[in-house]
């Protein structure tokens, strides 16, 4: 079951600044051994998620700190100080740590409490409803391709990825009525996200 919240003594404080959840998820078909490497980053207070299939994990610093810092910038935050959460496995420790150094000033690292290096909720919950959509989204695909099945190394996987977060932000509306696009610009997208099919 998922892990109860963790309640900090300066919580009113830590929520007054900005934090950004991080994490890899990792995808495999049925009878498949090759599961693909995805960098999901999550942003607490509007809940947009930006998602990207790595090499592997840990692979490439330099292209996952870039990616990262995509998503940390189309969030807003590109000044001023900014709470970055993620476990404390060695890969995620590195990537924080490369995002930090690529970012200006104020950075505050967050780890998650002693014994529960897992224990990241925002981004957990993140990851959990992204998967969801990227198995609607590829089994729709698979449907119109009459059952023909998509190994998880196909090249249209990696852009379904960044399809379905994309979708997620824009249309994924929280108990508030907003979508995660309304609470970063205060509108609703304009743009018209269709079901992914080839021709």
Not at 4 to 32: L, T, W
Not at 184 to 195: H, V
Request: aromatic content about 6%.
């Amino acid at each position: 079951s998922d892990n109860p919240a963790h309640r900090s003594k300066h919580a009113a404080e830590e929520m007054a600044i900005p934090e950004i959840g991080m994490d890899y998820a990792f995808v495999r078909r049925d009878n498949e051994e090759e599961a693909i490497t995805i960098l999901v980053v999550k942003d607490r207070e509007s809940r947009a998620l930006q998602a990207t299939v790595m090499r592997m994990k840990g692979a490439s610093l330099e292209e996952a700190g870039e990616k990262a810092m995509e998503a940390v910038a189309s969030f807003g935050h590109t000044a001023g100080k900014l709470m970055l959460k993620c476990d404390n496995e060695p890969a995620m420790n590195d990537l924080r740590q490369e995002v930090i150094r690529r970012l200006p000033t104020g950075v505050l690292p967050v780890n998650p409490p002693a014994g529960e290096s897992q224990s990241n909720g925002s981004i957990e919950s993140g990851i959990k409803t992204f998967k969801g959509l990227l198995r609607v989204h590829t089994l729709a695909l698979e449907k119109k391709l009459k059952g023909a099945k998509i190994p998880t190394n196909h090249p249209v996987l990696t852009w379904l990825v960044e399809y379905v977060a994309d979708v997620a932000t824009k249309y994924l509306r929280g108990s508030d009525g907003k979508t995660g696009y309304q609470r970063l610009y205060g509108k609703a997208s304009n743009e018209e996200e269709f079901e992914f099919e080839f021709n």
